[in-house]
């Protein structure tokens, strides 16, 4: 075992045409992450970086979404089956220098790690091993056979299974997941035949014929361990996600994380929340973000790669993404925060109020009714309800600039690239064009007029 060097074989090259979309069946989602994120996140710790990934239906797009995955990429031009796949690949997996490879689809979302470790823990014993369950529903999964003796001769797709020649069935399944001894098993796969009822080359015929030249065979069985099956239909991705969910938002619980209404709270994998922070129901929060203790998200607020730090309150109704909110913030009801935002300790949006690509100053607040866009606001500024930073001019974005203690009056228009200076004063109604110096005041509207007015005699 300590000469045993393993690596990963994930296989994401289906389309999935049981989900009814276009696009490759790795990449959809489950708490707003594709189903392969979670095949990576379980054999990295086993694993570290040495993984390999076939892709063939929409391959581009599965490589995009994995820019920072330190996985080499193999492409299955014609998907010809789970066998041809290894073909394909097989040259890669012997460069890698390891004595055994890790086959794994890519879409079994729930694998975990412990059930990893009990497949890679007979690395050494046994030149094919398998992993076994015996779900309620033995679907399409392929069955497994045993002669008298117990002993596994063959692993038949359930199309494929017929009873007077296997024999009854078990109720036991193989679970897709395979560790291969890479000299013993590499002159096998030239043997793979496609005489089946779908026309594929199936790895699962490998365990055939390593019985035939006398190799051994171990089926580590998992009893009813759903974690390992695979996700071919909507529903079943469905329920997965509600598996994972329940999961996190548990975990978080027994943390010390308060979570009102947690049948409704809805948390992604990425997420980092101290114990400590306030979560109410009806609440998402997915990506790379971040809930310090003591901060607290009120219901109904959808969040992506955001941070919340301690003492920030964040209201109800909201919709908050890539932006940072300090301690002692408020936010919201019905605010919106795009990516760029930051409010800075102390800072306040209301109603109403947009950000993007903007800074609220410490203290500083904007409680109505307001757009800031490409936008430093100072230290303890107050912008006035329907204030709006007019920063794009038809081609080009230009940055709007308030400095410290300004006064920004309702119904006003900033003009981008404009500068409104310490301390200064700009009336209701304006529409500012140039900058504002400090300590000074400006209005820019038409001047009142009073009209007597014709009344209708009675």
């Not at 999935?16 to 992450?33: F, I, P």
């Not at 997996?93 to 890519?106: P, Q, S």
Request: glycine share 10%.
């Amino acid at each position: 075992m300590s000469d045993t060097k393993i690596t990963a074989l994930v296989l994401a090259a289906g389309k999935g045409t049981r989900m009814h979309s276009s696009k490759a069946k790795v990449l959809q989602t489950l708490l707003n992450e594709p189903m392969l994120h979670y095949v990576y996140a379980a054999l990295k710790p086993i694993m570290q970086d040495n993984i390999l990934t076939v892709v063939g239906h929409d391959a581009e797009a599965v490589q995009r979404a994995f820019p920072d995955r330190k996985t080499k990429f193999i492409t299955q031009d014609e998907q010809l089956g789970t066998g041809h796949a290894l073909q394909v690949s097989w040259d890669a997996v012997v460069k890698t220098g390891a004595t055994h490879c890790l086959v794994i689809n890519g879409d079994t979302p729930l694998v975990t790690v412990d059930a990893l470790h009990r497949l890679t823990n007979v690395a050494g014993c046994c030149d094919v091993a398998f992993m076994t369950i015996t779900p309620r529903d033995t679907g399409a999964f392929g069955r497994v056979v045993r002669d008298p003796e117990r002993r596994i001769t063959a692993i038949v797709e359930a199309k494929d299974y017929d009873l007077n020649r296997h024999g009854p069935v078990t109720g036991e399944v193989n679970a897709g997941v395979y560790l291969l001894k890479i000299d013993t098993i590499g002159p096998l796969l030239s043997k793979l035949k496609n005489e089946n009822k779908s026309g594929e080359y199936y790895i699962t015929d490998i365990v055939e014929l390593a019985v035939q030249e006398g190799l051994t065979i171990d089926g580590v069985q998992c009893g009813d361990d759903i974690s390992l099956m695979g996700i071919n239909s909507p529903r079943e991705l469905v329920t997965a996600e509600n598996t994972l969910r329940s999961q996190i938002v548990n975990d978080l619980l027994d943390a010390g994380v308060l979570i009102h209404n947690p049948e409704t709270v809805i948390i992604g994998p990425k997420v980092r929340v101290e114990p400590g922070a306030e979560i109410f129901g009806h609440c998402e929060i997915y990506g790379n973000s971040t809930v310090e203790a003591e901060a607290h998200l009120g219901s109904y607020n959808y969040i992506l790669n955001s941070t919340f730090e301690g003492g920030s309150d964040i209201r109800q109704f909201n919709h908050i993404e890539g932006a940072i909110v300090c301690k002692g913030c408020r936010v919201g009801p019905y605010a919106r925060l795009r990516p760029g935002a930051v409010m800075e300790r102390d800072a306040r949006i209301g109603n109403f109020v947009e950000m993007k690509k903007a800074t609220l100053g410490e203290g500083a607040k904007a409680n109505h009714l307001t757009y800031l866009g490409d936008t430093e606001v100072g230290a303890g500024s107050n912008i006035g309800a329907g204030t709006i930073t007019c920063n794009y001019d038809g081609k080009n974005k230009f940055p709007t600039t308030i400095g410290e203690g300004a006064f920004i009056g309702s119904n006003t228009a900033l003009v981008a690239p404009v500068t409104i200076g310490k301390d200064a004063l700009v009336g209701a109604g304006s529409t500012i064009t140039k900058d504002v110096p400090d300590g000074q005041g400006a209005v820019a509207r038409g001047r009142q007029i009073n009209i007597k007015r014709r009344l209708k005699k009675s």
